[in-house]
């Protein structure tokens, strides 16, 4: 199986701040590959796959990019509800596998 | 608005057989795969498997003997079934649509676009 790493597990920042979250996979993937936004008692939100394509009604502040086995998650200018749990998940082998996520925490 | 909602017994004895449905609004089961995915306490996201409207199936290697999953479409539901369960298999168990994002000579490329909210499912005596 493809093993994802996923860094920070978490992070602080402030409404504002720009923050960037890694994923790196054991092999190539190409750019099979999705963001996710999560936060308890809700149900995961995509947010962008193929790497760096922003699902609809996602707001522009996020961005992906990357190929291959490192991507990039860059929120620019956060906002309140934007503090979750974020994972990345690799859809180019089966089984799919996720990151172990990153806390987005406030400051 | 698609609308997937898991339901199940949240206490398993082990041994037993952990059954849970995800029943599915705002858009029917056919032409799509439905997936199964869960986040044992602590731990990382576990893909479980898919399951087509047709009932094909195909799971992940590491449950494949003690998975099924099933589908109903006249209620819209699809459903899991793990057998012999031990405390390893405590977690929230999530039901997804999978979304096909291309597909070549190398493959057919899925990601996750609807997510139940998820429910856990705690084995223990």
């Known amino acids: 199986d493809i093993q994802m790493t996923q860094s920070p597990s978490t992070l602080s920042a402030s409404v504002g701040d720009r923050v960037t979250i890694t994923c790196r996979a054991s092999?190539?993937?190409?750019?099979?590959l999705a963001w996710y936004q999560h936060k308890p008692g809700e149900a995961p939100k995509l947010l962008i796959y193929?790497?760096?394509t922003l699902e609809s009604d996602v707001p522009s502040r996020f961005s992906g990019s990357g190929s291959a086995t490192e991507f990039t998650l860059t929120i620019n200018s956060l906002q309140p509800d934007d503090f979750a749990t974020y994972f990345c998940?690799?859809?180019?082998?089966?089984?799919?596998?996720f990151g172990q996520g990153t806390k987005l925490d406030i400051k | 608005q698609v609308q997937l909602q898991e339901s199940g017994p949240g206490l398993v004895k082990p041994s037993e057989t952990l059954s849970l449905t995800c029943s599915v609004s705002?858009?029917?089961?056919?032409?799509?795969?439905w997936t199964w995915i869960r986040q044992p306490p602590g731990k990382g996201l576990e893909y479980i498997g898919y399951?087509?409207?047709?009932?094909?199936?195909k799971y992940n290697p590491s449950l494949k003997s003690r998975v099924s999953m099933s589908v109903d479409t006249s209620k819209n539901q699809f459903s899991l079934t793990v057998n012999s369960v031990t405390a390893a298999d405590t977690a929230v168990y999530y039901c997804?649509?999978?979304?096909?994002?291309?597909?070549?000579?190398?493959?057919?490329?899925?990601?996750?676009?609807?997510w139940g909210q998820g429910t856990l499912v705690t084995v223990s005596s």
């Open positions: 997804a649509r999978r979304r096909l994002n291309y597909y070549d000579d190398s493959g057919y490329y899925y990601y996750f676009d609807y």
């Open positions: 092999q190539g993937i190409g750019s099979w």
């Open positions: 399951i087509y409207y047709t009932g094909s199936t």
């Open positions: 998940q690799q859809y180019h082998s089966q089984p799919d596998t």
């Open positions: 193929q790497a760096s």
């Open positions: 705002g858009v029917y089961l056919s032409s799509y795969y």
